[in-house]
């Protein structure tokens, strides 16, 4: 089992930036990736993801060149830095961890478990 628990949302004006923090406990050392999601209707989309053996991102197209994923393989911890909010950015974002390799990271499915959330609202 991994525990996750995610920070640092919040409530943040047009263009600016916020920093989600999330951290694994129990068994971490089978962690292939981590991953951002978020929803703000229906689904659940896929945000950022990063490979835990070095460090390879991949992000949606809608958040590029505005939100970077990191990670600190010594603290089990994944961030998210979020710049230039848009209103359109507003979801309860989540926190995901993959065990072991999976060829795609897309889906919610090609992940093994969740955090609870936390709610990002951006302002006009």
């Known amino acids: 089992q991994v525990q996750l628990v995610e920070s640092g949302g919040g409530l943040v004006q047009v263009g600016g930036s916020l920093r989600l923090s999330c951290v694994a406990s129990g068994r971490t050392y089978s962690t292939y990736r981590m991953g951002w999601f978020r929803q703000a209707r229906k689904e659940r989309e896929f945000v950022a993801t990063v490979r835990w053996s070095d460090g390879t991102t991949a992000y949606a197209d809608s958040v590029k060149g505005r939100f970077t994923i990191s990670r600190d393989n010594a603290k089990n911890a994944v961030y998210l830095q979020m710049n230039s909010l848009k209103p359109e950015d507003t979801a309860l974002y989540y926190c995901?961890?993959?065990?072991?390799?999976?060829?795609?990271?897309?889906?919610?499915?090609?992940?093994?478990?969740w955090g609870q959330g936390t709610q990002v609202t951006v302002s006009s």
């Open positions: 995901a961890h993959r065990e072991y390799f999976r060829g795609s990271y897309h889906w919610t499915t090609d992940y093994d478990y």
